[in-house]
Nanobody, 125 residues
Framework: QVYVVESGGGLVQAGGSLRLSCAAS????????VAWFRQAPGKEREFVAAFSWSDSNTYYKDSVKGRFTISRDNTKNTVYLQMNSLNPEDTAVYSC??????????????????WGRGTQVTVSS
């Protein structure tokens, strides 16, 4: 059985922090790359960050660099997204993606086969 489950979303004031978790099982665990995407109301889903399981390289959307940090816990098959200095523009449903398809752009949603249902992050001004 394959699952990808996010947790940790919520309501926070501007300038605050949240940590999202992405737990994976089954074939999703063997994904070479795990990523976070987000979708704000009325907007397209966009790439936020990715973690390479093989070499621990990380990748970020420009607007979150220096504020967000993606990391992993091998023992728990879990990837985290630490989000600091949040602003209202970060408000969105954040989804975790796994099952990376080798050779595809890591910042494109077509590169991932397994998705969680998402967790809501709301940043108030």
């Amino acid at each position: 059985q394959v699952y990808v489950v996010e947790s940790g979303g919520g309501l926070v004031q501007a300038g605050g922090s949240l940590r999202l978790s992405c737990a994976a099982s089954g074939r999703a665990v063997n994904s070479r790359m795990v990523a976070w995407f987000r979708q704000a109301p009325g907007k397209e889903r966009e790439f936020v960050a990715a973690f390479s399981w093989s070499d621990s390289n990380t990748y970020y959307k420009d607007s979150v660099k220096g504020r967000f940090t993606i990391s992993r816990d091998n023992t728990k098959n879990t990837v985290y997204l630490q989000m600091n200095s949040l602003n209202p523009e970060d408000t969105a449903v954040y989804s975790c993606a796994a099952g990376y398809v080798s050779g595809r752009p890591i910042d494109h949603r077509s590169a991932y086969n397994y998705w969680g249902r998402g967790t809501q992050v709301t940043v108030s001004s």
